[in-house]
């Protein structure tokens, strides 16, 4: 039972108290931590600060001291903001004696330090402020009297090096505020049990789990596909075909959310929209490369209800609700069914009407995967995550940090880590080898004691060895690593690159690095052309070229989901499920099925066959195209050992193709595919990939070993200071057992390579593998081909040479000869 | 190691893909921008990078000098980061220049960053050093110069194909002159693009790459 003025404050709204609200005040009321998994618009948020607001409310003002009592965290700095200024209607109407405030990046620095001193009742903020806040000497004071954490969309934060950072500072308040309890805040989730942990700190040797309330689900979103009978594309993102029903489909909403999975795809469907707007709808534009000022506006214009659709990425899958939204559009593949939940749920926020929701598949394998995201969702059925491990990269950043707040003891610091659940089964040589290396580089050669960052006081702490060293910490704390971005700076027509010129927004360096002056590509709305790269940025100017050259930026971030690939090899391997495709679709598997074989579940088909003057070898695992490239990089050392003379290959979402000079159909194929491939060949093929290379980047910065920014220097556009490449080469040839190094090993197993799902994918379909030799090219192979067409003629040969192109190869694959 | 042979003013000069350049006539190795102690220089600021450079830099000097067996080898300056780079290094460090010492005559020429290499290493220090038509030196002159080699500058460059690109250690010439890439294990590049490259030749100039196992000449002439 809720107090009287808050069953007023319910009463006077016209509302009832939900019963997950409800519970969620019982569970306060018993000082134990929990989970809510609800979905959205289940009044989740109220939820989570209820009884944080009863309790301020029981104890008079005067008789508390001026101490945080609450502390909020979200992923997202803007929901923060957000959520302080809905917290601000009950406090009044209630006329509570509560204070709320954020602390952000915006926060100014006189508000900071009043902060620290005297906090407010409820401070809400970001991973990253509450590790700045706990580095700083006063956190002991400042968080002595806390009595509750709470933390937004855990769903999106649990599994990341951001998640692992929040761990380590929730380790740490349980020293600093041994009494306090935690509430999780969830979108549905397959498995709440890592949330749960993720709550709790957790005793030696055994599992802790945190209550778990479960909220009623709301109505089941109404899910329609957009799918056309007459023509469905073979390979591509852009569903250009499709654009006429995503235009209809935005005039039938008041306000329409159109997702897509890159910034490039972004780019390209907002132009494709434009120009068949005859009825001039405000739509926008919203991705990660624009500039902040464009975004906020672009949010700002929704949330006064000014647009009738925004085209984006990932930057608005989680957020501040828009209550105006009814439709949300979701261009190209969706990748997971929590995914999907989670951008359909950006749809209507109340949750006794159904979200409408649109899929636009671009290709066959997309309507696919489209029908098996919608009957997951439908089912109520969801993805289930891989857990990382590791994180020594983090836990060295966590170290220093703990050394700028007071002097440690190892042996306190090291029980303090391993009650986080990412470090539960940490060994102490990890832990000793993490201190050794922020002290002092952690080298066998011990060239660098003497300068050493941190150094034991005579009772056998480690402290800070000079206060600069607090300071740095704070410009470079944080998980995140970006891209080094360039800034894209657009000047008038004639004049010199690097003369004047408005910034337009950034872009990764490595794709300005790849252009040519001259060279047109699609930014923020517009076809521009590069006019030079100057330390100031790259230069651009208006092109009125419509066939620019599309970038390739940050293609695919997210892979297919394990879950949903499994529901579409089940899809695939059971023909009585096609009747419900589009015809071409059918058409497709059915001649697959008669020409090649359609592989039964658990099966893995591999087909060799020639085309023109070259020999391919294509398999479809459909584990996603980070998997399927470091299969690919793998098959190819292996044949080239084999003297098979492999050329290249490349891999999308489902399928890879290896091409070369030779038949490939006569090899070993239960030997190629064997997982002793994840041993040597994995370890000589790591040390030149460029992806681990960047794995290695994104841990030295995390680490501390390179610094982002120095102090007096915070403003410096290419951050990183020094090339982590070449310390990649000297560190690997010299040692090779470095802690940054393995910290790099345990990050590429679940991040950029994948090698965890690979190893799966290998030892699931070891035994059953399915190979056919065929005199052709199957009309499986054709998207998988029709990539490598486009990766190698991108900008070199016509259009027109290119369709033809396509053309012959689909007459080939679907001809019943 | 396939060298690249090319003219410079007139005198042969061959390009090892290790970034360092030798010329047969004079019998003579050249290596540019060693910047030997450049970790430990960052390690008193307090950034601790592998303390393996230097030994990563003595090795492959070691195995180019073991390649092309010359009587003299000549370091273009900036062969120690720093003013105290020299009494830093480590003993096996020391081991390996005495030995590199042994190989061949050495000549030191003094670099912004080691104005005055230390008395005690092996051979002489010079501010240039003429070889015939060639005129070795650290840093290049603001006007054309004929014959001239030098370091200073780390030149890079990059190609791009198929919507990748790759960056590399490079050579430069026009023919005339001649810029070597920096040798040292951390020293990274300048790209051949910047006005510090193109105010030096006065037509257009090469870029010859260094690949794993040979020089790569960039096919496009860059015009200034």
Wanted: glycine share 8%; net charge positive; charged share 25%.
């Amino acid at each position: 039972m809720l107090p009287p003025k808050f069953q007023d404050w319910f009463a006077s709204r016209g509302w009832q108290p939900r019963a997950h609200q409800l519970a969620l005040a019982d569970h306060a009321a018993r000082g134990e931590s929990v989970l809510l998994v609800a979905p959205t618009g289940g009044g989740k948020t109220l939820a989570g600060f209820l009884p944080s607001l009863i309790d301020l409310a029981e104890k008079p003002k005067r008789a508390r001291k001026s101490a945080l009592h609450t502390l909020y965290i979200s992923p997202l700095k803007a929901l923060a903001v957000d959520v302080a200024r809905n917290l601000q209607a009950p406090i009044a109407e209630m006329d509570l004696p509560v204070t709320v405030e954020t602390r952000t990046g915006d926060t100014s620095a006189a508000r900071r330090q009043r902060q620290r001193h005297t906090p407010p009742d409820i401070l809400l903020t970001t991973p990253e402020q509450l590790s700045l806040l706990l580095a700083h000497p006063r956190a002991a004071q400042m968080f002595a009297g806390l009595s509750t954490v709470v933390l937004d969309e855990l769903h999106a934060l649990y599994n990341s090096k951001r998640g692992v950072q929040v761990q380590l500072a929730l380790a740490r308040l349980q020293s600093l505020a041994p009494g306090h309890r935690r509430v999780g805040l969830s979108a549905t989730v397959k498995d709440p049990a890592p949330l749960q942990r993720f709550l709790m700190p957790q005793p030696m040797g055994q599992e802790c789990l945190s209550r778990l309330v479960i909220a009623k689900g709301g109505a089941k979103p109404k899910i329609e596909i957009s799918t056309s009978d007459s023509y469905v594309p073979w390979a591509g993102h852009l569903a250009r075909h499709a654009m006429i029903d995503v235009m209809a489909a935005i005039q039938s909403a008041k306000t329409a959310l159109v997702f897509v999975n890159t910034r490039s795809q972004a780019e390209r469907t907002f132009q494709e929209l434009w120009a068949i707007n005859d009825a001039n709808l405000p739509i926008a534009l919203h991705h990660g490369s624009l500039a902040q000022e464009q975004r906020r506006k672009v949010e700002a214009a929704m949330a006064k209800g000014n647009l009738r659709a925004v085209v984006c990425t990932s930057t608005l899958d989680l957020g501040i609700d828009w209550g105006a939204v009814d439709k949300v559009i979701c261009i190209g593949a969706p990748k997971g069914a929590a995914r999907l939940v989670q951008r359909i749920g950006r749809a209507n926020h109340r949750l006794d009407e159904p979200s409408l929701a649109l899929l636009v598949p671009a290709n066959r394998f997309e309507v696919l995967e489209c029908n098996a995201a919608r009957d997951a969702v439908l089912a109520g059925e969801l993805d289930g995550e891989r857990l990382k491990t590791g994180a020594l990269d983090v836990l060295a950043q966590h170290v220093l940090g703990s050394a700028c707040a007071a002097p440690f003891f190892a042996d306190a610091l090291f029980t303090e880590v391993r009650a986080a659940s990412p470090y539960a089964h940490l060994t102490r040589e990890d832990f000793d080898a993490v201190v050794d290396f922020v002290a002092t580089g952690g080298y066998a050669l011990r060239a660098y004691d003497r300068y050493a960052r941190l150094r034991k006081t005579e009772d056998g702490r480690f402290r800070l060895a000079h206060p600069r060293l607090a300071q740095e910490y704070r410009l470079n704390a944080g998980v995140i690593v970006e891209d080094p971005m360039v800034e894209i700076r657009l000047q008038g027509k004639g004049r010199p690159a690097g003369a004047g010129g408005r910034k337009l927004g950034e872009l990764e360096e490595y794709f300005i690095e790849q252009l040519a002056v001259g060279d047109t590509f699609i930014f923020s709305g517009d076809v521009l052309r590069f006019e030079g790269l100057r330390e100031t940025g790259a230069y651009v100017t208006r092109a009125r070229d419509p066939e620019a050259q599309i970038p390739s930026y940050n293609g695919g971030k997210f892979p297919l989901s394990t879950f949903l690939a499994q529901r579409v090899r089940e899809m695939v391997s059971n023909p009585a499920s096609w009747s419900s495709l589009p015809d071409p679709v059918q058409e497709w598997l059915k001649i697959q099925e008669w020409r090649s074989v359609i592989p039964k579940p658990g099966q893995l088909l591999i087909e060799t066959f020639p085309r023109g003057n070259r020999h391919y070898l294509v398999c479809y695992p459909f584990e996603g195209r980070l998997a399927h490239q470091t299969l690919g990089m793998l098959l190819t050392r292996r044949l080239e050992r084999g003297r098979h003379h492999p050329m290249g290959f490349v891999a999308n979402e489902y399928a890879l193709a290896v091409w070369g000079a030779k038949d490939m159909g006569g090899i070993d194929m239960d030997a190629l595919f064997d997982q002793d491939m994840l041993g040597d060949d994995l370890d000589s093929w790591l040390a030149e990939s460029n992806l681990y290379k960047r794995t290695f980047r994104n841990c030295a910065i995390i680490a501390g070993l390179i610094q982002r920014r120095f102090p007096g220097k915070e403003k410096s556009g290419r951050q990183v200071t020094f090339s982590s490449d070449l310390i990649y080469d000297v560190l690997r040839e010299h040692e090779p057992d470095h802690v940054l190094l393995r910290a790099t090993y345990q990050d590429a197993g679940t991040g950029l390579l994948d090698i965890a799902r690979l190893g799966d994918m290998l030892a699931r379909v070891k035994k059953r593998l399915v190979t056919r030799r065929l005199d052709r090219v199957s009309p499986l192979a054709v998207p998988a081909l029709l990539e490598i067409s486009r990766e190698m003629v991108a900008g070199e040969v016509d259009e027109a040479i290119l369709r033809d192109n396509e053309d012959a190869l689909i007459r080939d694959a679907m001809r019943v000869d | 190691m396939n060298d690249l042979l090319i003219k410079v003013n007139g005198e042969s000069v061959l390009l090892d893909a290790c970034g360092a350049a030798f010329s047969p006539s004079y019998s003579t190795l050249m290596f540019a921008d060693l910047h030997l102690e450049k970790g430990s220089s960052y390690a008193r600021g307090r950034q601790f990078l592998p303390p393996y450079d230097s030994a990563d830099t003595l090795r492959r000097m070691a195995q180019a000098i073991a390649r092309h067996k010359p009587a003299r080898v000549v370091a273009l300056g900036d062969s120690f980061h720093d003013r105290d780079a020299a009494d830093r290094l480590g003993v096996q460090e020391r081991i390996l220049l005495g030995e590199l010492g042994r190989a061949a005559h050495f000549t030191w020429i003094a670099g912004n960053h080691d104005p005055h290499p230390p008395g005690w290493l092996n051979g002489e220090v010079a501010a240039e050093l003429r070889l015939g038509g060639l005129l070795l030196r650290h840093e290049p002159a603001c006007v054309p110069q004929a014959g001239e080699v030098a370091g200073h500058l780390h030149p890079c460059a990059s190609v791009a194909k198929w919507g990748r690109s790759v960056r590399r250690r490079c050579f430069v010439s026009d023919g005339l002159r001649l810029i070597l890439p920096s040798f040292g294990a951390y020293t990274g590049g300048l790209d051949v693009g910047d006005a510090a490259f193109t105010s030096l030749f006065a037509g257009s100039f090469h870029a010859y790459m260094l690949g794993t196992r040979r020089v790569y000449a960039m096919a496009r002439r860059i015009a200034v």
